[in-house]
């Protein structure tokens, strides 16, 4: 292991997106007995299956449930996320990624939660996120609206079209 410091610090486990068998039985699972809060859905158009978002913080989303997977008995790992505290990081930790040889299978934004970030997959081919700037929601209920999402295929297509509201701190050109 080397004595080098990483370029960027991971601050917490930000969020799991699972597979599920029966999108409408998750949703009321994590919704009724664990009293979560769904903060968007994608229809089968966006994501085959239907999408679903929920949270039990401010952040736009703890858990995600990727239905259509008739197949599973059981839920499966999608993917789960890590938070950094600036879009350097992001940019940082992408570039560390390449440099060790880890397969980079999308960078940029998505649409809901409107994060900045970069997903692999680990040796075992898990999907894995480094993400910055997750939605949050405040006491009102208010989450940002689909005409304000704006997806993105590239960490610097995301930094140069940022979304509505707060624009994220600008990136110093030494760390792309």
Known sequence: ????????????IGHVVLNVSDLDAAVRFFTE??????????????VPG??????CNTDHHGVALVGGAPQLTRSSLNHFAFEVGTPDEVFRARAWLRKQGVPIVFEGRRRAGCQLAVEFRDPDGNNLEIYWGL???GTSGYVRPPSEWRQALTLEDAVAHPVAGPRMPPISAGDS
Do not use: C, H, N, W
Not at 1 to 12: A, C, E, G, N, Y
Not at 33 to 46: A, T, W
């Open 33 to 46: 007995v664990l009293g979560l809060q769904i903060s968007d859905r994608y229809p089968e158009s966006m």
């Open 135 to 137: 939605d949050q929601v």
């Open 50 to 55: 239907g999408m679903v978002f929920l949270r």
């Open 1 to 12: 292991m080397s004595d080098t410091p990483l370029p960027f610090q991971l601050r917490k």
